[in-house]
């Protein structure tokens, strides 16, 4: 049986219900903060994001294990969830930012591990587009196929014209397992180097690899 998650303990200030809850177990939500849940995940548009990305791994046939889980749409979340829950699986995770330049007609979508920082203007430095910025919502849909909080590498997938340039950190290649949103925050991919590695030559776009210390 699982309990609930600390991160969602700390949210609740008023009485609340026992309630059960999709990913196991038996949770303490207020009412409304779970009928949000349950509606984010009930949603067509989650669902088929998701089947792409899977449907997408099975074609190639990756070596993926999924996990599903609470909402997890920022870094420090997906860690303390990690850290509570899947202590067995040692992957890499990582902070997924995708960019436009200053005329809005170049996306950048940058990776790195989770821990690291990103110099963005030494990234723009790099790049000689203006600043950069972080980009809607409207945009990460119509360039990514996704939603923020749910930004991967997986994205890629719904980018056919290749128009995205991915960024990567160079120690990602080096990690035996990796872990990614299936452009749904409520599951999590783990996949070994190897399939990492076969992504990049089956999506075939473009794709630089990043030394985050010395970057300039």
Known sequence: EVGLHPVFEETLTEPSESIGIPWGGVGIYK?????????????????????????????????????????????????????????????????????????????????????????????????????????????????LGTTPGSVSLFGLINDPEKKVKLFLDKDLMEAGHISFHPNDNTATCVIPNSDLRRFLELWGGEYELLDLDNIS
């Open 31 to 143: 009412p409304d903060f779970f009928h949000n849940i349950k509606c984010y995940l009930c949603t067509m548009e989650s669902i088929e994001r998701r089947k792409i990305v899977l449907d997408k791994l099975n074609e190639w046939g990756f070596d993926y294990k999924m996990y599903e889980h609470p909402p997890l749409p920022t870094i420090e979340l997906a860690l303390d969830y990690w850290t509570a829950c899947c202590k067995e699986e040692d992957a890499l995770h990582c902070k997924n930012l995708f960019f436009r330049n200053h005329k809005g007609n170049k996306h950048y979508l940058v990776i790195f591990e989770c821990h690291k920082t990103l110099p963005i203007h030494d990234l723009e430095k790099v790049l000689h587009q203006g600043k950069l910025s972080f980009a809607s919502p409207e945009r990460m849909e119509r360039c």
